[in-house]
């Protein structure tokens, strides 16, 4: 990792995007928050944070366009593997098994993880 740039986009099932951009830092990579040049990978999750497709979002749009690499939970995984030369390495358990994720596919945030929220979002309706 060392050396890359890297940006996070979306949710994840194997680890937070917090612990994911903590991984990074640790490994020696720079976390952004917007795709430039610079960016070498977009990191994505299997949806967006407000439920639509990652390739609705503006981060991988920019990436499609500047011709930045895009990659998904297995293929970070496959990277980290392959930088620190740890075919064994693995993201984590999932989080499925750590939060409660109703069948709609809505997963609630751990509570330590909605402290920044803001009242109105988090109590909002979810899964209508």
Do not use: H
């Not at 430039?36 to 991988?60: I, P």
Request: with cysteine; aromatic share 8%; proline share 2%.
């Amino acid at each position: 990792m060392e050396g890359l740039t890297i940006v996070v986009s979306g949710i994840f099932n194997e680890v937070s995007r917090e612990r994911l951009e903590e991984m990074i830092a640790e490994y020696g990579g720079r976390c952004t928050g917007s795709v430039s040049g610079k960016t070498d990978y977009l990191v994505t999750g299997y949806k967006m944070e407000d439920g639509r497709e990652v390739t609705q979002g503006g981060k991988y749009k920019s990436a499609k366009t500047k011709g930045t690499a895009i990659i998904d939970e297995q293929g970070f995984e496959q990277l980290m593997q392959k930088k620190l030369g740890d075919k064994d390495f693995k993201l984590g358990k999932k989080l499925a098994t750590i939060v409660n994720v109703p069948k709609a596919g809505i997963i609630e945030e751990p509570k330590d993880r909605t402290l920044n929220e803001m009242w109105t979002d988090r109590y909002a309706p979810r899964g209508f």
